[in-house]
């Protein structure tokens, strides 16, 4: 059994205790505050919060702020599928030749066939 996720809190807990600070004067929350220092440094060095990392941890998934704020999805899979075009394939002199497009030169060329990059191979048996 790991002790990760507990010397994890141990480590967080002390920020998250002096990011409570409220200053009465100003009716701000301080800008040294633990929390906010956390904050700042984990994005400068990763590009992602403290924040993020934790919830990261917690969903298996890549959350990230910026990315909320630019593309409007705060977590993504980690490992999203690869989307790749078909392909169709022509007899060209002596060889076969392939293009993303169908009949690219508009020539009424015979097709050979279409690959689709995204098929899964068959087992043999």
Request: with cysteine; net charge positive.
């Amino acid at each position: 059994m790991t002790h990760r996720p507990i010397r994890l809190s141990l480590l967080v807990l002390p920020l998250l205790t002096a990011a409570c600070g409220y200053d009465m004067t100003t009716g701000q929350y301080p800008m040294t505050s633990g929390l906010m220092q956390a904050e700042v440094v984990s994005l400068v060095a990763t590009g992602k919060t403290a924040t993020d990392h934790l919830v990261s941890m917690s969903t298996g998934k890549d959350c990230s702020t910026i990315r909320a704020k630019d593309e409007g999805q705060y977590c993504v899979s980690k490992n999203p599928p690869i989307q790749r075009p078909d392909v169709y394939c022509y007899r060209s002199l002596g060889q076969v030749s392939c293009f993303r497009e169908p009949d690219p030169y508009g020539d009424g060329a015979q097709a050979v066939g279409m690959e689709a990059y995204n098929r899964r191979p068959t087992a043999t048996r």
